[in-house]
């Protein structure tokens, strides 16, 4: 793997410290004890006084079916309520036993007594910035190997060809730089960090610290693979990098997180599906209206997932036009989060409720600016064909009405709104991709 470093960088590798793990070696290893009759609480203090880690299950004689279990540590018996639904658990972690449950619950009491303001601490000077993650994923820097351009003084004329021909060859490398990144643009996208069970010992990626516990240690970004404490998750910055052996699929994937995994500027399924239906769809009648056979559709979709961008959709496997421009509503359909979002909602919303034009134009673009990179650059390349499907609306029949009527509830979801509400909404959803559609030169 090549690491690309600027002059002031110097790669490190990762010094993982082992001083919480050190502590997990030293907790007290659990010790069961058995009782044949009921006991008290003071009987129960001095059958556990024999060792740190003892422990037994009493059921409550106040509430009969309750069960407490009972742990000796730090000279003292502390009682826990003891549930049970197929695994075993105290607070959030199920176990599968008892002895497991008692064993993590030692090295979390152990490690958070004796290292409470360490703990408390980790997140300091974290390792994140300089090496692991950042470095292997950091972009080429252009800086080192380009000319470096020198500004001139106004009035004053190059003192020689040799330096206008640099600073030409400049100006023709920021345009191609401009360009490239035009192309892939650098789209911000948070971690997808779900709880996780480390097999084996595990190092925190963000603060190097040991990650202790026997299960559910720390959380684990689903997109890209990084592994951090849960504390620690809240301080990694937006910077997700998603990697394609953690993206299995097209389909269902979070929008930002598949066009980042194949650094694209749009998801391939979108780019692919319009540009078939360009290249011979335009002027079929009832495009986008007409639904296609729903297997069929399906097939695309199983093509997507399975191939990326390797799918083929041409006419040879799919001549019914109507298949392409199902498979890509649904698409639309199956985004977790709609290329409207949640939270852009309501702003979309209330602008088509104005009645004044100019404002609400204006209101609509500045909802516009509301939507994450991605989904704002899908939704004005959606909307760019769609005006060109519009131009074509004495052979295919569909007008801008039309196609808010169609891709309305397909862009746009209301966010946990009551029925009614829902009902109300749809024909203000139909107006804002009516709007969009017929002023998308002026909005994006």
Not at 185 to 214: D, I, S
Request: hydrophobic share 35%.
């Amino acid at each position: 793997c090549l690491l690309f470093l600027s002059d002031n960088d110097e790669y490190r590798p990762p010094v993982w410290k082992s001083y919480l793990y050190q502590l997990q070696q030293e907790a007290p290893h659990p010790r069961r004890v058995t009782c044949i009759s009921e006991v008290s609480d003071r009987e129960a203090d001095q059958l556990l006084s024999v060792a740190e880690g003892s422990y037994l299950i009493r059921e409550s004689q106040r509430q009969p079916g309750t069960y407490t279990l009972a742990l000796r540590f730090g000279n003292q018996t502390r009682n826990f309520r003891l549930f049970y639904d197929g695994k075993h658990f105290v607070g959030e972690k199920r176990f599968e036993s008892i002895h497991d449950l008692v064993t993590d619950g030692l090295i979390t009491l152990y490690i958070e007594t004796k290292a409470a303001e360490y703990i408390s601490k980790m997140t300091i000077n974290p390792i994140y910035e300089h090496v692991g993650y950042t470095t292997l994923n950091r972009e080429p820097a252009l800086k080192n190997a380009l000319p470096v351009c020198r500004d001139m003084p106004d009035g004053k004329d190059a003192p020689g060809e040799e330096t206008g021909l640099e600073e030409r060859l400049t100006s023709l490398v920021r345009r191609a730089t401009l360009k490239e990144s035009e192309r892939a643009p650098k789209y911000e996208k948070v971690h997808n960090f779900k709880v996780h069970t480390f097999r084996g010992p595990h190092w925190c990626e963000y603060c190097a610290n040991f990650m202790w516990g026997l299960i559910a240690q720390g959380v684990k970004c689903a997109d890209c693979g990084l592994n951090v404490h849960k504390q620690c998750s809240k301080m990694v910055p937006n910077d997700c990098k998603p990697d394609l052996k953690h993206v299995k699929k097209v389909y269902s994937c979070d929008l930002t997180t598949l066009v980042k995994a194949h650094n694209a500027t749009r998801p391939m399924v979108v780019d692919m599906c319009i540009r078939e239906i360009e290249a011979r769809g335009l002027k079929s009648e009832g495009l986008y209206r007409i639904s296609g056979f729903s297997d069929l559709i399906e097939d695309v979709k199983l093509a997507f997932d399975r191939d990326g961008e390797k799918a083929d959709i041409s006419v040879n496997v799919y001549e019914d036009i109507n298949v392409l421009t199902g498979a890509l509503k649904l698409y639309f359909r199956d985004l977790p989060i709609p290329i409207i979002t949640y939270d852009a909602y309501p702003r979309f919303i209330e602008a088509a409720k104005l009645t004044d034009t100019d404002q609400r134009l204006e209101a609509l673009h500045e909802a516009l600016k509301q939507l994450p990179p991605a989904h704002c650059e899908t939704l004005r390349y959606l909307m760019a064909h769609l005006k060109r499907v519009t131009q074509n609306e004495k052979d295919n029949l569909m007008n801008a009405e039309n196609l808010g009527i169609v891709f309305g509830p397909t862009l746009m979801r209301a966010p946990d709104l009551d029925a009614m509400t829902a009902l109300n909404d749809i024909r203000y959803q139909r107006q804002v991709l009516e709007l969009l559609i017929k002023n998308e030169d002026i909005l994006f």
